[in-house]
């Protein structure tokens, strides 16, 4: 039987928002926790998020609230991470690369929306994504300054199992609920 990875999943949210309902639907009690964005301060709610990943001794999916998930979310989180060891995985995407060519690995990080970042990397990315805080006009930039400069590519996983709920042009092109 395949083990299951330990996960943690931090959310960037007002804990009564109604992405963070959804998720505490799919996700096992205990494995959720969310950190306030009410500082008007994203940048710096980002971070502290992060540091979360240094305090458990799991990997960590980071997600913001303003989501809807696919049915089977969890599972399809869990067997990805599963199947991709030590890798940071991103669980929403918008290009059109990922109906052409579907899952793969990348170099280009854009969208914080939901991915996942393995234990042994938690350190070194909040790191440098606080020491950046100025440097860069958004924390999306920060992760795809840090992979380029790791040499570390991630995983896109097709279909998407989370989409934006915002009216925005920000939405997912695999995203199947």
Known sequence: ????????????????????????????EGAIRCIPEDTGDPYSTF???LKVGEEVDAGVV???????????????VQWTINSHEGCIVQFFSMREADLQE???????FVMTTC????????YSLRKF????????????????????LQGIRYYIACPNPVDRVTTSQWVSKTFKP
């Open 1 to 28: 039987m395949e083990q299951k990875v330990d996960l943690l999943f931090v959310v960037r949210a007002i804990p009564t928002d109604t992405g963070v309902r959804e998720i505490k639907a799919q996700v096992p």
């Open 102 to 108: 579907g899952s793969r690995m990348d170099t280009k």
């Open 62 to 76: 980071h997600m913001e609230s303003a989501v809807r998930l696919s049915d089977n979310f969890y599972e399809f």
């Open 115 to 122: 991915f996942y970042v393995p234990k042994a990397m938690a």
């Open 47 to 49: 971070c502290e998020a």
């Open 129 to 148: 994504v606080e020491e950046g805080k100025g440097e860069f006009s958004h924390y999306d930039e920060a992760v795809d300054k840090w992979l380029i």
